[in-house]
């Protein structure tokens, strides 16, 4: 039993060291999170020889030390090895003059990778994708601007990007201050309520990383994630054409009374469905939920049994979500879930 503990730190270790996949800053899909993973590495490698050398300095003269000697008639220790004060000064003197140097290499190193951070941002002038993305406690909502207002998209919690292309994020707050991070690709930015910040990244890796509010907003911080799909050119055009379109009509009688029960109930007070009466927006819109990966900030997969779980108690998955609890029938619970698993 006494070994457990050690063997646990074993286990986190190995766990950690682990630390690739879908949402991490050490695997980089993009040339920012490269440049900041470069960045990372020079500092990881120049501490760890600094720690070594301080290491060093520190338990060599004790391993080899030298047996001091004590003057029988005078009763005081002579050191063997007393260094002249000038040998001392030198050495700390050397010493100041190397940390200088490097925290100054380090500045200009850092100054350097913010430079080319920055430099997506002009590469390809204005003609770039633009995505207005609000952070609100505690999703995301998401919209593709289009000067034709009908070819405009909004979606939540779900972001996909064409690869090889920069693109553009415009950050906006509803309520709290809240930071836009998607590891793999970029640094953090701040969501600023009353002011607009902006970022740029590329996705030259296809695949689906998991981004995550990077600053406390709230009591469900922690649950609010979203989804980015870094994908080809033309599956990308596929995706923006098909979330342009508005609802799918419902087709069977169960869809057509899932349907009813959204439009008599609260939901339209704060949801969207494109092609109904349901214009609100309060929460995500839900035209094409059904299209979704997951639910509630990406919280919980889009699957039936957690979608019924959601609309029936918010407050179980995410306690302070700002969706209230309802109460249906069985029978008009399996119509809406009919009718909301068919919006793709
Ligand atoms: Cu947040």
């Known amino acids: 039993v006494s070994a457990r503990p050690r063997q646990n730190a074993w286990i986190l270790f190995l766990l950690l060291s682990g630390c690739h996949g879908p949402q991490s800053a050490l695997d980089p899909a993009g040339p920012q999170a490269g440049r900041i993973r470069e960045l990372l590495d020079l500092n990881f490698w120049i501490c760890l020889a600094i720690y070594l050398l301080v290491f060093l300095s520190l338990v060599l003269p004790i391993l080899f030390r030298r047996a001091t000697v004590l003057d029988a008639k005078e009763g005081r220790v002579i050191s063997p090895e007393v260094k002249s004060e000038r040998t001392v000064s030198a050495i700390v003197i050397g010493a100041l003059v190397l940390t200088a140097a490097i925290l100054f290499c380090l500045i200009i190193v850092d100054f350097l990778t913010g430079r080319s951070l920055a430099s997506l941002a002009t590469q390809n002038g204005t003609n ?18 289009d000067l034709t207002p009908s070819k405009s998209v909004t979606t939540a919690n779900e972001i996909h990007v064409p690869l090889g292309t920069p693109v553009k994020f415009e950050l906006h707050a509803q309520d ?7 590891p793999n690709l970029h640094g953090k ?11 740029y990244l590329q996705a030259d890796k296809p695949g689906t990383y998991y981004g995550q509010c990077a600053e406390f907003c709230g009591y469900q911080h ?14 990308f055009n596929n995706w923006l054409e098909a979330q342009r379109k508005s609802a799918v009509e419902p087709d069977t009688d169960s869809e057509k009374r899932g349907l009813q029960v959204f439009l008599s109930s609260t939901c339209v007070m704060c949801h969207s469905i494109q092609g109904t009466p349901a214009r609100a927006t309060v929460g995500p819109d839900l035209t094409h939920l059904a299209s979704r990966p997951m639910i509630a900030a990406a919280s919980r997969p889009n699957a039936r049994g957690h979608l019924a779980g959601w609309i029936l108690d918010a407050q179980h998955i995410k306690p302070g979500a700002h969706m209230p609890r309802q109460n249906f ?13 068919h919006l793709k």
């Open 128 to 145: 770039v994708l633009s995505i207005k993305i609000t952070g609100q406690q505690w999703w995301w909502k998401v919209e593709y601007q």
């Open 189 to 199: 930015k701040d969501l600023i309520p009353g002011y607009v910040t902006t970022t």
């Open 176 to 182: 709290v201050i809240h930071s836009f991070w998607i």
């Open 222 to 235: 922690a649950h609010m994630r979203f989804v980015v799909t870094a994908e080809p050119k033309e599956q």
């Open 329 to 341: 029938s069985p029978e008009e619970l399996q119509s809406l879930l009919d009718y909301l698993q």
